[in-house]
């Protein structure tokens, strides 16, 4: 019998190994991830406790080399999506009945396992499907990943904790229940530690999960579900399955026991979807939440009293760390005439340093994008500006999809704030830059903060501490997390919760107890010791 009221461990970020030359978990990753490259598996869906295979194969390759075969994942269909349904009611009850430190403890072992055992192989896996550098993928599938799932932990306790007041005579409590049916959770390529929280943290708090992660992460999703396995988490509470969207979409938004979308991605997917969510809002036993984080046209802003040096480093890294596919990359910036020159000199010089290829190869900075349909997107903003007037090139402007689907990390230089590349979300390694008057400063934020329909993330570089505070004040709205002085990237879960507003999502914050609290329903539970035993009250004498 539990008869105590448990405090969980005190959460820690874990810390970022440097990967140094000839460092241990260098030549571990490298092992890995040769080890990984010269196999191929078989990815199956996962529901309830059954490995589903179908006759539909999909092969998987890496983005830095599309002809080479990494394995294949199996493509379901309708009936998957409803199996996957059932799987996971069947398993709503014990689950959701399960004491919370139990719940607990499986996510602190999974990132426990992360930490050790699992976490060359899952950086390795998001290496090899999804491009990413050594940096990139240990901050993203191994750092990030383990912080969720302590920090979650954390804030679970915390929401618990969180109980009202009681008069004398009564006692007052809160009980948070998991939703009433399952959670859809639908997940994109770019952060392996994004996808695997879209998932657990609905299920941390007793909630069922069906997840549809996106086909270019089927990798290490995979790894995902392995880690899950180990750590203990029952058959059925997470259910992994590949299907077209619109099959999933067709079965999940008509089913009365659908409870919530947990959603990273594509602005106009997100909005298709919650006007489907409220075309069905009467087959529902209960109203859905939604809660989504999606596009972004992230900006830098330098005053003139900046440093030249903060500006550039700002733009290079904000911008083209893995290769801008972060919903925080840095797409536009707005320079002062006055350091102009200097910052764009100074870009120039890194960007040209850059070394891009293979993740394989730890001296590349930049790898491939994710697959030839966002290359074609991108290349298609680079030939515009090709064919503009309105525009330059600083460096770049080059690309090649014969092997891997390369494209140079690219600086545009545009005399028009609101040119094309100033204003589309491109998610790629493009960067605008418009030089405004060095003395136009507030009247460039007002325009910078009317361009965009996004307000996901945005950096102001400033030693003046008057510009800060004007920036501060007049982009209120723009981003969802606003840097001082740092590139619009990196966001570290405990230390800056992760969201942006308009058209960037619902802001609900991953990595806090904001995000957890809207996969739960309070019962408020009112005790009264000592009951009344006549209806009149003192008034009526």
Not at 359 to 382: H, M
Request: charged share 20%; proline share 5%.
């Amino acid at each position: 019998m539990s008869n105590a009221i448990y405090t969980p461990p005190t959460p820690v970020n874990e810390p970022v190994k440097g990967y140094s030359k000839d460092s241990s978990e260098r030549k571990e990753l490298l092992a890995t991830y040769n080890n990984m490259l010269n196999q191929t598996i078989n990815v199956p869906m996962y529901i309830g406790d059954q490995l589903v295979e179908t006759n539909n194969k999909v092969k998987m390759s890496p983005p830095h080399d599309h002809q080479h075969i990494l394995g294949e994942f199996n493509m379901g269909t309708k009936q998957h999506v409803n199996d996957a349904i059932d799987a996971a009611l069947a398993a709503r009850e014990k689950w959701a009945s399960l004491a919370w430190e139990q719940r607990a403890a499986i996510f602190l072992r999974a990132a426990d396992l992360l930490a050790g055992p699992f976490r060359a192989k899952m950086n390795a896996a998001t290496m090899l499907a999804q491009s990413k550098n050594v940096m990139q993928a240990e901050i993203d599938a191994a750092c990030e990943l383990i912080d969720f799932f302590r920090f979650n932990v954390a804030y679970m306790h915390q929401i618990y904790k969180d109980q009202p007041g009681s008069n004398p005579s009564m006692w007052n409590r809160l009980e948070y229940r998991p939703l009433e049916g399952f959670v859809f959770a639908i997940s994109p390529f770019n952060f392996t530690s994004i996808c695997a929280n879209l998932c657990a943290a609905p299920a941390m708090m007793g909630n069922v999960v069906v997840w549809k992660p996106a086909e270019s992460q089927v990798y290490s999703a995979k790894v995902i579900m392995e880690l899950f396995k180990e750590a203990g988490l029952p058959d059925g509470v997470i259910n992994m399955v590949t299907v077209d969207g619109p099959d999933a979409g067709d079965v999940v938004f008509k089913h009365p026991d659908f409870a919530a979308l947990h959603f990273t991605g594509s602005t106009g997917v997100f909005q298709h979807l919650w006007k489907e969510i409220g075309t069905n809002l009467s087959t529902y036993k209960t109203y859905p939440r939604i809660v989504g984080e999606t596009g972004g046209k992230d900006f830098i802003i330098a005053h003139k009293s900046a440093n030249v040096a903060d500006v550039a480093t700002g733009i290079s890294r904000g911008a083209f760390e893995f290769q801008g596919q972060k919903c925080s990359a840095a797409s536009r910036a707005y320079i002062p005439s006055n350091k102009s020159e200097a910052i764009l000199a100074l870009v120039k010089e890194q960007v040209s340093s850059f070394k891009m290829g293979s993740p394989g190869d730890t001296s590349n900075f930049v790898n491939a994008v994710i697959d030839e349909r966002a290359f074609d997107k991108i290349a298609g903003f680079i030939d515009y500006v090709k064919e503009s007037k309105d525009a330059t090139f600083l460096i770049g402007g080059g690309y090649d999809k014969s092997k891997g689907y390369f494209i140079e990390p690219t600086v545009i230089v545009t005399e028009d704030p609101k040119f094309k590349t100033m204003c589309e979300e491109i998610f790629g390694p493009v960067m605008t830059i418009y030089v405004y008057p060095e003395n136009d400063y507030e009247k460039t934020l007002k325009l910078l903060d009317e361009t965009s329909e996004y307000a996901l993330t945005g950096a102001i570089f400033a030693v003046e501490r008057y510009a800060i505070d004007t920036a501060f004040k007049m982009l209120e709205n723009a981003a969802g997390n606003f840097y001082i002085n740092d590139k619009p990237t990196g966001a570290v879960v405990g230390q800056q919760p992760f969201g942006g507003a308009r058209k960037s999502g619902t802001n609900d914050k991953a990595g806090s107890y904001m995000n957890l609290l809207r996969f739960v329903s309070a019962r408020t539970i009112k005790e009264t010791f000592v009951p009344a035993t006549d209806y009149k009250y003192e008034f009526l004498g």
